[in-house]
């Protein structure tokens, strides 16, 4: 049999008022029009959906089996009504994502291009923070997905793998450093370094490995990227702790070299956060889609 959606709203409509007057009244319909509706839609089921007596209307057993499939229905219908509002770009929907700094400098960008050219509605906050700091604005729901690492303890939160990277040296191509190819932090901390600004999330870090080994990082110059650091680092004005890939990358074009090092947290791994998969909009499960691939 044919369902109408006005009929089915219309049902949903007398059961949450108990009565057909006031539910007429709320659609707004005519009574004689919402009860003409009522019968012809009973009648064409064979069914009784509810019964009537002066204190008002109340579904029978099979009305409310109808009820609960009405109501389901019609929420699906505007689920589907809003989603396609989203696709036709008639509303922004905007996502808030933070990631830690070797996330957003060196992988982000590529990963997300190409979900921000399929999904034209998303408008995305992009945020740097501490992988710690990435924790708290998950729990306090800040945020829907964030990119930290793995050290943490992210037993309450839903994680997925993202990317594994490992921190290296960047240092001149005739630096002394550069001729043993491979060492740990302890065995550069003579040398000046060419730092991040100390707010940067990884800068941060590799300034507190340095104080475990009871010597700060001398810190020559703080510059604003990747890019700025290789570029003096080619200048020889310093050393610079960089992520492997950016590394290459610039090993590609500066007269630089890439030092490995040898301690075990130089080898780290980024992890994609949410609280609760249930809890992401559609557009959210989207882009933990994209990123997790």
Known sequence: MHINLTDLRLLVAIA????LSRAAAEF???LSAASNRLRQFEERCGISLFTRTAAGMAATPAGRITLDHARR???EVEQLNSTLQDLAGQRRIRL????????????LPAALGPFLADYPE?????EERTSRDILVALQAQEIEIGVLDSNLPLDSMV???FRHFRLVLLVPSGHLLAVRGHCLLRDALGFAFIGLPSERAIQRFV???AMQHGRPLKIRVRAPSFFAQAQLVAQEAGIAMLPEDAAQRHARELPVKIVFLDDAWAKRELRLCVNSLDGLSVQARQLLSYLAD
């Open 16 to 19: 949450d008022a108990g009565s």
């Open 28 to 30: 707004p319909l005519a």
């Open 73 to 75: 229905i019609l929420a």
């Open 96 to 107: 808030r994502l933070a990631a830690t700094t070797v996330a957003n400098n060196t992988y």
């Open 122 to 126: 998303v408008d995305l906050q992009l």
């Open 159 to 161: 994680s997925l793998p």
């Open 207 to 209: 300034e507190n490995i």
